[in-house]
């Protein structure tokens, strides 16, 4: 049998590498091409935060959807992971 070519772990990996690239790179590079005294990189890193997070529960939901036998074997990491953005989104309601 041959190995998939997507894979939860995969996909948990490339979520969190374009995370990273959101949360440390992006907002250098806006810092360094804005002019003195704008808040550019905060107002990204505000606005980013919400969509990685979503990603983050979209992506709990998906793997437990789609792969069935990794889902049997770990699935504390997704009922973790879906509990901390669940948590998160329940603190932003007003």
Do not use: C, R
Not at 10 to 27: D, E, G, H, N
Not at 36 to 47: D, F, T, V
């Amino acid at each position: 049998m041959t190995k998939p070519y997507i894979t939860a772990e995969k996909l948990y990996v490339t979520w969190s590498i374009v995370a990273v690239i959101s949360i440390v790179f992006i907002p250098i590079i806006l810092a360094l091409t804005s002019s003195g005294g704008e808040q550019k990189p905060l107002i990204w890193l505000a606005y980013s935060l919400p969509y990685i997070f979503g990603g983050y529960g979209l992506l709990s939901i998906l793997t437990s959807l789609l792969f069935k036998q990794w889902f049997k074997k770990h699935w504390f990491i997704n009922v973790a992971i879906f509990a901390v953005v669940v948590f998160l989104f329940l603190l932003t309601i007003d």
